[in-house]
């Protein structure tokens, strides 16, 4: 499973509880300091998200959306 | 922007006042949330009070009263009762609602009066510059207690239940899940219903009560202190000193309603049945 993760970078005030949240460590801590001055998190690795949606749920500026790509499953060709 | 946002805050009061890592930020968001999965978001008027907390209803893009500090229930009330078939949320800090407003805290719960009270638990006063509120634990160091805080603390819930109010919870930003249920829970319900959401401020009890300004070892806190109702049936009561004990601590829907009792007294002065 992997997710589009969108960050908004004028909501986002750096706090990297998205980083502590994610059971898979999807998050890393930014470099680059946004209009705010703010360090916002990169979701470096999107393919390894899970959906549990924690981080968007914890967001205290709703500043992460996620959107869940599910894979189709695949199935056996008929022999 | 996130399409709950999109959907139900007000644009020109965004991006939130709140410093970096605030817990207010994730109960408002699963306020949102809850509001959105039952779908009554305009049928329901936010009242806050002064304080952290008290900003949370101008962020909604919905009737909003924004009281007197300590007063939103009291405000909440008489909305209640001039418009009986509005629901109501409350949103009040610790301090706003056991200390300043806590007499009105008191006789909400012991009216049972149909209003969604949401408690945000930061310890202390964190807008007013961090003085020691009836929620801060015992010995802890604040602003107006640098030598120990040596009182001892207030548990909101417990308040709640003995005075009377039909639904009680207690849950912590660390279980955003469960807030978002018992949010929902709270709105459907009939009677007063209190959620008292403890969350982290980084910004005043982090830096003088914890000794970290960092949201993340902050929210470890809070998440290490955290003990279910089932399990702390088996503890000890100093096993649970400074403890956070977090579930659905009381529900009765078959207490009487204040609204109802009084529109009834009123048909019954009028001579109905």
Not at chain 2, 181 to 209: D, F, N, S, W
Request: hydrophobic share 35%; proline share 6%.
């Amino acid at each position: 499973m992997s997710s589009v993760i969108r960050i908004d970078q004028v909501f986002c005030k750096g706090c990297r509880l998205c980083l502590e949240v994610c059971p898979r460590g999807v998050y890393e801590a930014g470099t680059e300091r946004n209009a705010k001055g703010y360090l916002a998190p990169a979701a470096a690795r999107p393919e390894d998200c899970i959906g549990c949606l924690l981080c968007e749920m914890t967001c205290p500026d709703l500043a992460i959306t996620v959107t869940v790509i599910k894979k189709e499953k695949k199935r056996c060709a008929a022999s | 922007m996130h399409p709950l946002a999109e959907k139900m805050l007000r644009k020109s009061a965004l991006p939130s006042i709140y410093c970096p890592g605030c817990g207010h930020g994730t109960v408002l968001n699963a306020y949102l949330r809850a509001v959105d999965q039952l779908g009554i978001f305009d049928q329901i008027s936010h009242v806050g009070g002064i304080g952290c907390s008290g900003w949370t209803p101008v962020f909604l893009d919905s009737d909003t009263i924004h009281a007197l500090h300590g007063r939103a229930l009291a405000v909440a009330t008489g909305l209640k009762l001039a418009n009986p078939g509005r629901k109501v949320t409350v949103f009040a800090g610790d301090g706003d609602c056991t200390a300043i407003g806590g007499n009105h805290f008191l006789h909400a719960a012991r009216r049972n009066i149909d209003l969604c009270l949401i408690i945000m638990n930061n310890e202390i006063y964190g807008m007013t510059g961090g003085q020691a509120a009836p929620t801060t634990p015992s010995g802890a160091r604040t602003q107006t207690s640098p030598h120990g805080n040596p009182e001892p603390t207030l548990d909101a819930c417990k308040l709640a239940v003995c005075a009377g109010a039909s639904y009680v919870a207690r849950y912590t930003v660390a279980q955003p899940r469960r807030l978002t249920r018992a949010i929902k829970e709270g709105l459907v319900h009939k009677g007063l219903a209190v959620i008292e959401a403890v969350v982290q401020c980084p910004t005043q009890a982090g830096r003088y009560m914890h000794g970290t300004g960092s949201p993340v070892e902050l929210y470890r806190i809070i998440k290490e202190k955290t003990v279910d109702l089932s399990q702390a049936a088996g503890l000890k009561p100093e096993e649970l000193a400074g403890r956070i004990v977090t579930g659905k601590f009381h529900q009765d829907p078959s207490q009487p309603e204040y609204t109802e009792q009084v529109y009834g007294l009123m048909d019954r002065a009028r001579g109905g049945s």
